[in-house]
């Protein structure tokens, strides 16, 4: 199904564009990257469009390799794509930044450093002095409930846990944007909805944008205002789905809820190249 670099994006079924008023927070701009390694090259994006406006939240679905994660390290700056340009609040993106955070799913946190120091790390290039670094990671791991393990090891949690201590280091920062790859999948089911209920209601009470990469239907629905699903490699967008009314409390259990999970699981099997998602 994918084609060549140049062609565009494919058609979306979302019923009005969501940043059509207002300048992005985040926009991939026909993104394409090429990877030279020991197999030779892949092209692993081919012409990705994505646009995120100021305090949505969207999901990514797609099978394994189709680009999900090099899409992310373009949004943050981390890797500059060999083709297209990554713009946030409408100002190119050459290096990463501050209120930009990235969640992966092993949380990246540092073993050797304690809950406080671990929550306080993305402040440290900030330059804040010590006590106000400590007050903004106290207030943040608060937040999500680890009030009382300011000095453990991340090895002396639970990976529920150490999920919400990588939450609580990005919160600490005030961020606009919060970028997640698979951050629940290491946890089991109860965990997960947990979590899920969690990074929902950070979303809410924050109000930054984000972009959620997950291999969970549910997850995806749960949790995404906008839900995109792209081709299998080299990536793009084939489809979007308009989810807003998962804000709805009672979301997880609303017939709506398990309609759209039907319609993107059909939307995946009818995919050429998506069945694995
Ligand atoms: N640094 C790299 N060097 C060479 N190839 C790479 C590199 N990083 C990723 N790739 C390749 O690019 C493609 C896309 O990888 P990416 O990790 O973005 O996919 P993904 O959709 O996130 O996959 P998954 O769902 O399995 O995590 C894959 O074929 C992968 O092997």
Redesign the pocket.
Known sequence: MPKGESEATAASTSEKAPCANVTPKLELRHVS?R???ARGE?L??DGMDLCVAPGESVAIL??????????L?AACGLQRPTGGSVFVDGEPVESPRLETALILQDFGLMPWKTVEQNAALGLQVRRLPKKERMKRAHDALRRVGLGDFFRSYPAELSGGMRQRLAMARALACDIDLLLM??PLSALDALLREEMQNMLKRCWIDQGYAQVL?T?SIEEAVFLGQRVVV?SA?P?RIVYELANGEMVDPSWRDDPLYFERCRLLRDVLRSKEGVLDA
């Open positions: 990257q990877y030279t390694g892949t692993a994006l797609g099978p394994s390799g189709c680009g999900k994660s090099t899409s390290l790859d698979e990469v291999h792209m490699r990536g």
